[in-house]
């Protein structure tokens, strides 16, 4: 009978450790999710990609609560401070104007970012090496860029004259970009059109209003409200028979004519290492922050054909991919 007693007493203690290691096991983190729309998915779906082969499956050890604030910044800055009531375990920004709101409508959860601007100029960390605060995260380049991108798109049309852009005054990234973009349409001698708009609702209006033959193309410049709207402006544009250029290769399969930029799947893949490390409690503080250079040029030749233009050979052949 004591063995009896000894041996239930034994598997009792098993069961209550296996109880534990399973609940151990079976912790879930929870990360918030900000953006504004538009291709900024691409660089959720990286992130999944280098969470996964890192071995962290979504459902199992982390989910992913997204809020999209569809190019509203005061929308992103009430789901920030929900996600923070929520207690989620990390909150996941993408672009700078978000990653500000989030930071100032909270204050005690880990960010990690992905950002198109200085993060340093922006205030949002102290330096590149050492962050020092509870933000950390991926730089990747949009606004720099501007000047090649118009120079580009000037070598894919021999003929452009003027290019139209839209952007928010109030945004301090779009406000240098478009600087850069006017400054660089000298040089080339074209015409640049600029359009202000302070809302979704205004962009929308702005698109319709554009006439036929005001310009030869759409040029991007660096706004994450505007392109939450990217596919609208894609599809306006080839409806007005506007050439299109933009930043992200996504939009080029999605019908834009071109983009010279960076590869925002990669940017994400990259910026999972961070998500990993922080939710693992290491402090974002003493993440340094990293800077993608990589740059791509994509071209859509279906969209030229459409157009009826003509890319010249030499800068097909600099294409980094050309949809045909």
Known sequence: MKNIFSLIAIIVALVGYGAIAEAQQAKVYRVGVLLQGGPLYTIIDGLRDGLRE?????????????????????????????????????????????????????TDIPIVFCVGSDPVAAGLVQSFVRPGGRLTGVHYLVADLTAKRLEILKEILPKLSRVVTFYDPGSRVATEAAKLGREEAKRLGLKFIERNVTSVEELRKALQALKAGEADAYFYTADAMVVSQAQLIIETAQTKGLATMFHDQSLVAKGALASYGQNYHEIGRLSAKYVQRVLKGVDPRDLRIETVDNVELIINLKTAKQLGLTVPPDVLARADKVIK
């Open 54 to 106: 890192m071995g962290f499956e979504e459902g199992r050890q982390y989910v992913l609560e997204i809020r999209d604030a569809k190019g509203d910044l005061k929308a992103a800055e009430a789901a920030a401070r929900n996600l923070a009531r929520e207690k989620v375990n990390l909150i996941y920004t993408l672009t700078t104007p978000v990653t500000t709101v989030a930071k100032d409508a909270t």
